[in-house]
C-alpha cells in the first residue's frame, strides 16, 4: 500500500458491504420483518401503509449501514428509523394522527419481550399467539375469528351473533385483553 | 380508513392498538415468513445504485474501517445463528393465507411473483345484479402473477390526468396515492359516460403489469374496461390496447379481448406484455351499481430504461 493512504484509505465495496453482508442483511431482513410489520401496523392501522414502511425502513437502513451502532439491538435501530418514516407519513397525510411518546415507550417495552426469540422470525411469539387463541372462551374466540380472520364488518358479526354492536366492540377489547395477559404469562421475559 | 379507528369506530389505545396490529398480522401472513414481502425488498435493495454514497469505494478513517469490519463481523454471524435456527427449528404447520401472496419459492424462469397490498375488505349496500356477459367471478385470493426480475412500481405518486378534469367526488391523485381502502375519501368519482385517467410515468418504460382497483366496497363490475400504453400524450400514435372488456363494441375502440369481472379487493391485475411506453391510459363507461366511473388506485410495475 501506498504510505500517503495511510491515513485516509479506501474501504472497498467488498469489505464495507460485500456480498456476505448482503446476505446477513436478507436473513436479518427474514428474521425481524414480521416484527416490524406488527409495530408498523400498530402506528398506520392499515396494512399497505405498514408494508411500505417497513419496506422503506429496511431500504434506508442498509443505505446507511455504517451508522447502525452494533453494540445496539437491530430490531429497535429499525423501529427508530420506521417512526421517522411514520412521521413523514404523517406530514404528508394530516388525516391520519401520530401515536404519543408513552404509548411508543409502552410498545418498546412489549417488543423486548416478543423479540426475545427473533432468530425464529418471531415465530414463537405467533405460535403462542395460536396456543392463546385456542384458549380464548368461545363468545370472544367466535368474534375474534370472524373479525380478523374472517375480516367481516362488525355490524354483521353483531348480527349473525345476535348482539348489538356496543356488546361486539367490548368483546373484541376483552379478547385482545385476554390474549394480552395469555402472551404475559406464556411468552419468557427478559433476564 | 382513519388511523386510530382501524375498523373500529371508537379510537383504540396504545395495548389494544398493538394488539389489535399483532392480531391483524397474524391472521394476514399465519406464523411463518412473508416471502411476497421478502421478495418485494429484495427487488428494493436490487433497485438501489451499485454505488451509493454510502456504500461506494470511499475514503475513511481506521476508526470507520474498524467499525465497518465490526459491523459485517456481526451481520455475518446474526446470519449464522439465524441459519442455525432456521435449520433446528422445526417449521410449524403451513397456514392457509387468506391473501395467497406466500410463495413457497420463486420459478427460476418466470421471474419474481409481483406482490402489492391489499386493503381490508369492506362491503357496503346491497350489490346490483350484475347483468353482463361472459362476468369473471370474484376471486377468493390474491392473483398470482410473474414479471421479470427488477421489475419495480413505476406509478406511486405520479401525475395522473383525466378526461373529467373536474372529478365529482375525490382528486386525481387520488390514483397513484398508494392508499387501497375503499372509503370515503380515497376514491376518484368522474362523470358518467366513457372516461379515462391517464398516468405519466415521466419516462419511457417496458410495462409489465397493471393493477387496477376501481371500486370494492360493492361487488360490481365496470362497463368497457381498456387499458393502453403509448408513448404519445393524445393517444394518437403508437398506442398498444393490453385490455379490453367492451363486450358490445358500444366504445367503439376495438375488439374486446377479455371479460368483464367483479371488483373485489385483490384489484385486477393487466398484463403489460412488456409494452414500451411513457404513458398508461385506463377506461371505463360505468358499471353494474351506477353510470359513474370510479378508480381508488391503479400502480403500474416495469421495468425503467
Request: proline content about 5%.
Amino acid at each position: 500500500m501506498n504510505a500517503c493512504r495511510h491515513n485516509s484509505f479506501m474501504i472497498p465495496d467488498s469489505v464495507a458491504t460485500p456480498p456476505a453482508g448482503r446476505q446477513a442483511f436478507a436473513i436479518l431482513a427474514r428474521e425481524h420483518h414480521r416484527g416490524l410489520l406488527i409495530y408498523a401496523r400498530a402506528l398506520a392501522c392499515n396494512e399497505a401503509t405498514a408494508a411500505d414502511l417497513v419496506q422503506d425502513a429496511f431500504v434506508s437502513a442498509w443505505r446507511n449501514l455504517d451508522r447502525f451502532d452494533v453494540t445496539r439491538d437491530f430490531g429497535a435501530w429499525l423501529r427508530g428509523i420506521i417512526r421517522n418514516k411514520w412521521r413523514e407519513h404523517l406530514r404528508r397525510h394530516a388525516r391520519e394522527v401520530d401515536v404519543d411518546d408513552a404509548t411508543l415507550e409502552a410498545w418498546e417495552a412489549r417488543f423486548a419481550q416478543w423479540d426475545i426469540n427473533r432468530n425464529t422470525g418471531h415465530a414463537e411469539l405467533l405460535d403462542t399467539l395460536d396456543d392463546c387463541l385456542k384458549h380464548l372462551p368461545d363468545p370472544m374466540s367466535e368474534t375474534v375469528r370472524r373479525f380478523y380472520y374472517q375480516e367481516e364488518p362488525g355490524e354483521r358479526i353483531a348480527a349473525a351473533l345476535g348482539i348489538d354492536i356496543t356488546t361486539f366492540r367490548k368483546r373484541l377489547q376483552r379478547a385482545r385483553q385476554t390474549l394480552r395477559a395469555c402472551l404475559d404469562r406464556k411468552l419468557p421475559t427478559h433476564a | 380508513m382513519n388511523a386510530t379507528s382501524h375498523s373500529h369506530d371508537v379510537p383504540l389505545d396504545g395495548d389494544n392498538r398493538l394488539m389489535d396490529a399483532l392480531l391483524r398480522e397474524h391472521a394476514r401472513a399465519g406464523n411463518n415468513a412473508d416471502d411476497a414481502f421478502l421478495t418485494r425488498l429484495a427487488a428494493s435493495l436490487d433497485a438501489e445504485p451499485a454505488e451509493s454514497p454510502n456504500h461506494a469505494t470511499r475514503t475513511a478513517s481506521p476508526a470507520l474501517k474498524r467499525r465497518s469490519h465490526r459491523l459485517a463481523w456481526s451481520l455475518g454471524l446474526a446470519a449464522t445463528i439465524a441459519l442455525a435456527a432456521g435449520l433446528l427449528w422445526k417449521n410449524p404447520p403451513a397456514r392457509e393465507s387468506r391473501t395467497a401472496q406466500v410463495q413457497e419459492s420463486a420459478p427460476d424462469n418466470n421471474g419474481m411473483l409481483l406482490s402489492t397490498g391489499f386493503p381490508p375488505e369492506l362491503i357496503e349496500g346491497t350489490p346490483k345484479p350484475m347483468n353482463v356477459p361472459h362476468l369473471v367471478p370474484a376471486p377468493t385470493k390474491a392473483p398470482e402473477f410473474y414479471v421479470p426480475a427488477g421489475t419495480v412500481l413505476l406509478s406511486k405518486g405520479k401525475k395522473v390526468t383525466s378526461s373529467d378534469a373536474n372529478p365529482i367526488i375525490g382528486t386525481l391523485d387520488l390514483v397513484t396515492d398508494g392508499e387501497k381502502d375503499a372509503g370515503e375519501g380515497y376514491y376518484v368519482e368522474l362523470q358518467d359516460g366513457l372516461q379515462w385517467v391517464q398516468i405519466d410515468l415521466e419516462k419511457s418504460a417496458g410495462i409489465q403489469a397493471i393493477w387496477i382497483w376501481h371500486f370494492h366496497s360493492q361487488r360490481r363490475a365496470y362497463h368497457d374496461v381498456i387499458v393502453q400504453i403509448s408513448d404519445d400524450p393524445e393517444f394518437k400514435t403508437g398506442v398498444t390496447t393490453v385490455y379490453n372488456n367492451d363486450y358490445d363494441g358500444s366504445a367503439k375502440m376495438g375488439k374486446a379481448t377479455d371479460n368483464p369481472y367483479v371488483e373485489t379487493r385483490f384489484g385486477r391485475i393487466v398484463d403489460g406484455k412488456g409494452t414500451k411506453g411513457r404513458y398508461v391510459r385506463l377506461y371505463s363507461n360505468g358499471n353494474t351499481s351506477n353510470e359513474m366511473n370510479h378508480y381508488i388506485e391503479v400502480e403500474v410495475f416495469g421495468i425503467s430504461r
